[in-house]
C-alpha cells in the first residue's frame, strides 16, 4: 500500500500562490506517476497535472497551464503543485493521486490522498 498525504492549502485572494505537496510513504516503489486532482464545490473531480517521477514529463489540464507547475523530489517521496494567479474558480479540494506505470495522459489512479481544501477569495 501507498500512503499520500496532501498539506498546503488554505485561503488565499485573487492573483494569491501557494505550494502543495505531497508526501508519499509505504511501498513508494511501486508507484512511478503521481498525479493531482481537484474538486470544485457541486462538480466531479477533475484533472489538473501529472508527472513521470522517473523522467520529469508533466502533463496539465488546459485551465491551469501556464499558472501551475507540478514538481517531484524523488529523495523526500514528495511531489509539489505550486498554484500561481489563482481565481475563485481554482477553488476546490486538491487531491494528490499515485500509480505505477501507464502514463501521465491516462487519468487513472491506484492510490489517493485525503485532499487539502484551496479557497480563493474575490
Known amino acids: 500500500q501507498v500512503q499520500l498525504v496532501e498539506s498546503g492549502g488554505g485561503l488565499v485572494q485573487a492573483g494569491g500562490s501557494l505550494r502543495l505537496s505531497c508526501a508519499a510513504s509505504g511501498r513508494t516503489f511501486s508507484t512511478n506517476i503521481m498525479g493531482w486532482f481537484r474538486q470544485a464545490p457541486g462538480k466531479e473531480r477533475a484533472f489538473v497535472a501529472s508527472i513521470n517521477c522517473n523522467t520529469g514529463s508533466a502533463y496539465y489540464a488546459d485551465s491551469v497551464k501556464g499558472r501551475f507547475t507540478i514538481a517531484k523530489d524523488n529523495a523526500k517521496n514528495t511531489v509539489y503543485l505550486q498554484v500561481n494567479s489563482l481565481n475563485p474558480e481554482d477553488t476546490g479540494v486538491y487531491y494528490c493521486?499515485?500509480?505505477?506505470?501507464?502514463?501521465?495522459?491516462?487519468?487513472?489512479?491506484?492510490?489517493w490522498g485525503q485532499g487539502t481544501q484551496v479557497t480563493v477569495s474575490s
Open positions: 493521486a499515485a500509480k505505477m506505470g501507464g502514463s501521465i495522459y491516462n487519468i487513472r489512479y491506484d492510490y
